[in-house]
């Protein structure tokens, strides 16, 4: 349900809408979020697949976004997921956050809530016990920013 | 003194993946704000979650400042043994949070 105030507040910035999202703050570009991705993988390829994160396409409110992140493996000794990585193109900064897990952790999906400035895309990589990287990206359409409430406080 | 809520399931059975949420209570000042003066605000955020199963690390985690309020978390593990899950939250100006739960697995 939209209320007056959020319905307002959406409007303003859609006819006002680059005044406002254009700010002085330097966002994370997409080309530092390639920079985030080579730091976890080391420069490794990373193919789509196997990753599905879940995001939902059309966001009200970006200051809490429900967010999560499941990988198919066996989740084994042999075969398993070590970490699981989700990164931003244009947060202030890159990464949102890191998972660490093993065949302990019997399956391998987590589920958060996140912020995001901005509409963009969102990427998560998991890191597979045999070296190989997966991914999923999922581009959102964040109408209030979390970023947008600064000097109100 | 934040509070922190952990859902864990009282009984699981030996073997099976049983899901724990897990709420705390924090602002996760970003550092990106400033107050109407134009002083920024300190980042203020939890940097690492960690569970431990019987003392063995199953499920870590790193914070960012793109983490909402109020961090949530929902991960899986496996019910090996009865005994105790312990939940910890480390972050800025010391920030230290500890939970536990206990579990039996019949």
């Given amino acids: 349900m939209t209320s ?31 920079d985030a991705v080579r730091k976890v993988t080391g420069g490794a390829p990373v193919r789509s697949g196997r990753v599905k994160l879940d995001v939902p396409p059309l966001i009200d409110n970006g200051n809490a976004v429900p967010l999560s992140v499941a990988v198919e493996s066996p989740m084994m000794p042999s075969d398993h997921v070590k970490s699981i990585h989700v990164v931003t193109e244009r947060n202030p900064l890159p990464n949102v956050v890191s998972v660490h897990l093993g065949p302990r952790a019997g399956r391998a999906r987590f589920a958060t809530r996140v912020r995001l400035a901005d509409t963009q895309t969102v990427l998560a990589i998991a890191e597979m016990s045999d070296g190989s990287f997966w991914s999923d990206s999922v581009h959102v359409v964040v109408t209030l920013s979390a970023c947008l409430e600064e000097g109100l406080i | 003194m934040a509070r922190a809520v952990v859902n864990v399931p009282a ?38 979650f960690v569970c431990t199963y ?4 199953v499920f870590r985690a790193e914070f960012h400042p793109a983490i909402s309020a109020n961090p949530l978390l929902a991960f899986s593990t496996v019910a090996t043994e009865s005994g105790t899950l312990a939940f910890a939250w480390t972050g800025d100006k010391g920030f230290s949070v500890t939970e536990s739960a206990r579990i039996t697995v019949v």
């Fill in chain 2, 54 to 57: 019987n003392g063995a690390e």
């Fill in chain 1, 4 to 34: 007056r105030r959020d319905f307002l507040i959406a409007a303003a910035s859609a006819a006002g809408g680059v005044g406002l999202t254009v700010s002085r703050r330097a966002h994370a570009t997409p080309a530092e979020m390639q």
């Fill in chain 2, 11 to 48: 009984t699981v059975r030996r073997g099976e993946v049983f899901e724990i949420r897990t709420l705390v209570q924090h602002a996760m000042e970003t550092g990106f704000r400033r107050t109407q003066l134009g002083e920024a605000i300190p980042r203020d955020i939890i940097r690492q």
